[in-house]
């Protein structure tokens, strides 16, 4: 069974920029689609981007605003998110997810069977 190890996230002020990495461990990234996912208190887990395997196409939510950026090194097995600009809204925990190559619905959470620990973003104002 495949896990995801995630790292990075952090505590950085607003206009601040941080980068997450999520590793998979026991299978190659290039076998998932791969995508994040953040939820903040008391909200639900929303999507972040998705970069797809084979092809490397890539998707991101309105709100990110081209903010953010997601890549693969699949020499390394890892996913990661890069994300610029950042403000107080963007405070959440952060997950990184995998799901089958062939998922069209890509931007649901509920399609996503692998998830990663969540890694903590805070933005101070």
């Known amino acids: 069974q495949v896990q995801l190890v995630e790292s990075g996230g952090g505590l950085v002020q607003t206009g601040g920029s941080l980068n997450v990495s999520c590793t998979t461990v026991?299978?190659?990234?290039?076998?998932?689609?791969m995508a994040w996912f953040c939820q903040a208190p008391g909200k639900e887990r929303e999507f972040v981007a998705v970069?797809?395997?084979?092809?490397?196409?890539?998707g991101y939510a309105d709100s990110m605003n081209d903010r953010f950026t997601i890549s693969r090194d699949n020499d390394k097995n890892t996913v990661y998110l890069r994300m610029n600009f950042l403000s107080p809204e963007d405070t959440a925990v952060y997950y990184c997810?995998?799901?089958?190559?062939?998922?069209?619905?890509?931007?649901?959470?509920?399609?996503?069977?692998?998830w990663g620990q969540g890694t903590q973003v805070t933005v101070s104002s």
């Open positions: 026991g299978d190659y990234v290039t076998s998932y689609t």
């Open positions: 997810a995998a799901t089958s190559r062939w998922e069209t619905s890509r931007r649901s959470p509920s399609k996503y069977k692998i």
């Open positions: 970069s797809t395997w084979p092809g490397g196409s890539t």
